[in-house]
């Protein structure tokens, strides 16, 4: 049974390419290699016992290099593809058992789906061919039109809802077909390589694009790619897969802690850790913590007792007022004044979230450590150069 947090769970699920499949399976439930299997019976072995759930509203990553099954499973997700064996359940329901109307309307309502070679109709203008699926399900042309336009603003391409969608760029056709996939209003939008052809600059800011109309939509994403940077940025889990198989699933950040193997070690070695932890893994208590309502003398103590000439300072509820220098603390003191008056407020700041490579222009900047804030201003701890170069060693 599924929970509520989970929308979608794949069980035990293989694809079999071949006549000899009986034999071929004998042969991987022995332990056999893809390669052997195809030697001795001809079979290909695309997917093998292949297990896991997606929660409602995240993006779920599967990563793989060509070959491991990545884009397979992807595919039998909406039964482009149908598994050889195993069961695809959405929401409690096995989809293969679905009759025709009931596959049609799943994938016309429930589920939607983003190519890397956009799929886009060139003799459409970019209003049309966002609102193709709604034209298909039989929506007025209204509807659909204030729909499409929507959607189309949502995805950055406002004032090109005429514009022939070949004389778009390529990161702009790709909106294109996001916007198309978000018209039908899915629950769940796969997506299969969808930035891979794109130029790096172009990627990142789909990448951004993509985080950004999650947040906004929480819809339930399942994305695949071959780039391991990409699946850290992307992913609140990660699916690493080989020979159709899965080898892990976890976060980010637990799976470059905790690696399931040599095979996973060498995609996370090739990982920009920057993009992989996040700033709350890196950030540190600071040495020495003051409130508002105490004396510039107790700050200076508390500066000679830590043997650093600096301190955060705080409320009474935590919340960040900003830092005091050993120099303006001492002058405080010799006029008779209040801490709160000699403080330093444009202190740059992080959110605990955000990752290392999001904070390093800013660090590189900032004369002092990054305070990191929660949503209420309140002080979590800080972020210094050191913490950050320990990171990537």
């Known amino acids: 049974m599924c929970d509520n947090q989970t929308i979608l769970r794949v069980q035990n699920v293989s694809k079999l390419y071949g006549m000899n499949k009986a034999e071929a399976a004998r042969m991987m439930k022995e332990g056999a290699t893809k390669d052997e299997v195809y030697q001795k019976t001809g079979v290909t072995v695309a997917l093998w016992d292949v297990n896991f759930e997606v929660k409602k509203g995240e993006i779920f990553v599967i990563i793989g290099l060509s070959g491991s099954g990545k884009s397979t499973i992807i595919r039998c997700l909406n039964l482009l593809n149908r598994p050889t064996t195993g069961d695809i359940l959405y929401q409690d329901q096995n989809i293969a058992e679905f009759n025709k109307q009931q596959l049609l309307d799943f994938r016309r309502?429930?589920?939607?789906?983003?190519?890397?070679?956009?799929?886009?109709?060139?003799?459409?203008?970019?209003?049309?061919?966002?609102?193709?699926?709604?034209?298909?399900?039989?929506?007025?042309?209204?509807?659909?039109?204030?729909?499409?336009?929507?959607?189309?603003?949502?995805?950055?391409?406002?004032?090109?809802?005429?514009?022939?969608?070949?004389?778009?760029?390529?990161?702009?056709?790709?909106?294109?077909?996001?916007?198309?996939?978000?018209?039908?209003?899915?629950?769940?939008?796969?997506?299969?390589?969808?930035?891979?052809?794109?130029?790096?600059?172009?990627?990142?800011?789909?990448?951004?694009?993509l985080l950004s109309i999650q947040r906004k939509l929480e819809k339930t994403v399942i994305f695949i790619t071959h780039d391991i940077d990409e699946a850290f940025k992307l992913g609140d889990r990660v699916a690493i897969m080989r020979d159709g198989k899965i080898i892990q699933i976890d976060t980010p950040e637990d799976m470059s802690a905790h690696p399931a193997d040599e095979y996973v070690q060498r995609f996370i070695d090739s990982a920009d850790k920057t993009k992989v932890m996040s700033v709350r893994h890196v950030m540190t208590p600071p040495a020495c913590l003051v409130r508002t309502k105490e004396t510039p003398a107790h700050a200076l103590n508390e500066m000679r007792d830590n043997k650093i000439p600096s301190a955060y300072v705080v409320d009474e509820k935590l919340h960040f007022k900003g830092l005091i220098t050993l120099e303006a603390a001492i002058?405080?003191?010799?006029?008779?004044?209040?801490?709160?008056?000699?403080?330093?407020?444009?202190?740059?700041?992080?959110?605990?979230?955000?990752?290392?490579?999001?904070?390093?222009?800013?660090?590189?900047?900032?004369?002092?450590?990054?305070?990191?804030?929660?949503?209420?201003?309140?002080?979590?701890?800080?972020?210094?150069?050191?913490?950050?170069?320990?990171?990537?060693?």
């Open 109 to 209: 309502h429930k589920i939607s789906m983003v190519f890397q070679s956009f799929g886009l109709m060139s003799h459409r203008d970019v209003l049309s061919n966002v609102a193709f699926g709604l034209e298909v399900r039989g929506v007025s042309k209204e509807e659909r039109a204030a729909k499409g336009r929507k959607m189309t603003e949502m995805v950055g391409l406002k004032g090109l809802e005429n514009q022939p969608v070949s004389s778009l760029s390529g990161g702009m056709r790709q909106r294109v077909g996001i916007a198309r996939a978000l018209a039908s209003d899915p629950e769940i939008l796969l997506m299969d390589e969808p930035f891979s052809a794109l130029d790096p600059l172009v990627r990142r800011d789909m990448q951004f694009e």
């Open 331 to 393: 002058e405080a003191r010799n006029a008779g004044g209040r801490l709160a008056d000699h403080l330093i407020t444009d202190i740059a700041t992080a959110g605990p979230d955000m990752m290392v490579s999001d904070i390093l222009p800013i660090l590189a900047e900032s004369r002092y450590p990054l305070a990191v804030l929660n949503e209420d201003q309140e002080l979590l701890g800080i972020v210094n150069r050191a913490a950050v170069i320990s990171c990537l060693i």
